[in-house]
């Protein structure tokens, strides 16, 4: 009890649970990890500090890089418990939002698998390429993996992310529920 304890109140700040998730696709430099999270070098690295304290992530320097993997196993295994059934109380299946893997393309480099948390994506090994195994754990909105895919493979069914994400928080009023939450 006092480990799972532990977890939850390290996981409890925003910044360190988004590193976490980060993390759980497997080792990263710290500069992949600032992008993932949307924060500060520096904002990242006192969150960094922070949970390698609480032994939930450890550390290693090759060169000038410092690496970082989750070091506690029980992460996974909490963290695996979350639902992605819904994104702002919406079934997210109502959300066509979601990659697709062109397999013409793809050169099964995992770049998608390694970039995202939120295990969307797995390896088939048959194949020696990536394929989408759960698509509707894909976060709204973002397209980190079709960023950092380096053969354009990945693509999403709305072509102008922009406009498809605007109409979607006006459809749903999203906009006047995120700013009751923050006033909460």
């Known amino acids: 009890m006092k480990e799972a304890l532990k977890i939850f109140k390290a996981l409890s700040d925003e910044t360190r649970l988004k590193i976490v998730e980060s993390l759980l696709s497997g ?22 500090a922070k949970l390698e304290s609480l ?21 996974k295994k909490i963290l695996s418990k979350i639902d992605f059934s819904k994104w702002w109380d919406i079934d997210r299946k109502k959300i066509d939002w979601y990659p697709i893997i062109d397999e013409g393309k793809c050169i099964g480099c995992g770049m998608c698998i390694a970039t995202c948390g939120r295990e969307v994506f797995e390896y ?8 989408v195994k759960n698509p509707f754990n894909c976060m709204v909105g ?41 006033m909460e």
Do not use: M
């Open 124 to 131: 088939d090994k048959n194949k020696n390429k990536s394929k």
């Open 55 to 75: 032994g939930i992530v450890e550390s290693k320097r090759e060169g000038k890089n410092v690496y970082y993997r989750i070091a506690n196993p029980e992460i």
């Open 142 to 182: 973002c397209d980190n993996c079709s960023i950092y895919c380096p053969t354009g493979a990945i693509s999403f069914p709305q072509k102008n992310r922009r406009e498809f994400i605007q109409s979607f928080l006006e459809k749903y009023n999203i906009i006047a529920k995120a700013r009751k939450k923050v």
């Open 27 to 48: 080792e990263k430099c710290v500069c992949e990890i600032i992008p993932f999270t949307k924060r500060a070098q520096s904002t990242v690295s006192i969150q960094l």
